[in-house]
């Protein structure tokens, strides 16, 4: 086998659902990695008795969405939708029953409700789960690479009434309704009862010159009103190629593979475990890769 490292993602688009599914079955998972990277390293890794380990209850999910903007002819484009959309004024998130269920802001609460499995339904208890988010949110913050204040692309559900708007996405009415009216006294009030939003005061969003009592918190009041459907999105793969501390990939029957070796998203993050956080895939990718650029001069 040539030496050789792998720092390819499990990430991909229709081509590798199957692949995908194998390694979590979240449905509509959806990857946020380029189209170049579609699971070939697993693949040619397994194809030689590589190893592969799954992250179990992998925290490393996000929500995300595909945009198609309103020039003619543009594909749509995947976002990740925790970076502004889920943490500020004027957003929730809610299920198809239209109820909330974690604190939008923080993506390790999220997650695991992510997961959460309805035995009676013998559906996800969350999923599909949407965006909600109002005219005051459109014009103030970023949906997206959108600039705020630009014009939310046509694609984009909209509709003066939030039953209308429920109906477009198949998603309770009653139940949004009732869980708008709620937020919105949480909003007035500046203290999320249910969830706790906007708790952590590192992760607050805030439009500069709005003075707030909960700067992550604002009511879902001016039309329109609008609504994505969200899906668990892939920040770093739940699975990967096992390697040992010199970033060797391992074969199934647990000995190095000579002149093999795996960093980055490639290889399983055993020494991550489930959670993550913030620049940890980069600090992996440039400590593993001088592990291996060592051992392979020492081989």
Same mark, same amino acid.
Request: hydrophobic share 40%.
């Given at each position: 086998?040539?030496?050789? #490292? ?43 008795? #590589? ?52 604190? =939008? ?19 996800? #208890? ?15 913050? @970023? ?6 204040? #630009? ?30 009216? %709620?937020?919105?006294?949480?909003? %007035? ?26 700067? @992550? ?16 999105? $892939? ?9 040992? =501390? ?33 620049? $940890? ?19």
């Amino acid at each position: 086998v040539q030496t050789c #490292a792998l720092p390819i993602s499990t990430g991909g688009y229709e081509w590798n659902a199957e692949l995908m599914r194998d390694f979590d079955p979240l449905p509509g998972l959806m990857p946020l990695s380029p189209r170049g990277q579609d699971g070939d390293g697993l693949i040619m890794g397994a194809e030689i008795g #590589a190893a592969i380990r799954r992250i179990q209850n992998n925290l490393n999910l996000m929500l995300g969405f595909w945009l198609t903007p309103d020039d003619p002819g543009a594909a749509p484009t995947p976002c990740m939708a925790g970076i502004s959309e889920m943490c500020s004024p004027h957003t929730i998130v809610v299920n198809r029953d239209g109820k909330r269920f974690a604190d =939008e802001s923080y993506f390790q609460r999220v997650v695991p409700m992510l997961r959460l499995f309805d035995a009676m339904r013998h559906v996800p #208890a969350n999923l599909p789960c949407y965006l909600i988010f109002d005219s005051q949110y459109a014009e103030n913050y @970023s949906l997206a690479h959108l600039p705020p204040g #630009a014009p939310i692309p046509g694609s984009v559900a909209r509709a003066d009434d939030l039953r209308e708007l429920a109906g477009k996405l198949g998603v309770d009415p009653d139940g949004l309704v009732s869980t708008v009216e %709620r937020f919105n006294n949480f909003a %007035r009030e500046g203290v999320d009862a249910d969830f706790h939003r906007g708790g952590l005061t590192w992760r607050l969003a805030n439009s500069s010159g709005v003075a707030r009592k909960n700067a @992550s918190l604002g009511p879902i009041e001016k039309p329109p009103f609008h609504g994505l459907e969200l899906h668990p999105s $892939l920040g770093t793969s739940s699975a990967g190629l096992l390697t040992d =501390e010199h970033a060797c990939v391992i074969h199934q029957r647990r000995r190095p593979i000579p002149g093999l070796y795996a960093i980055g998203v490639a290889s399983a993050r055993t020494e991550l475990g489930a959670g993550y956080q913030a620049g $940890l895939n980069i600090a992996s990718g440039l400590v593993f890769g001088l592990r291996a650029a060592e051992h392979m001069l020492r081989a």
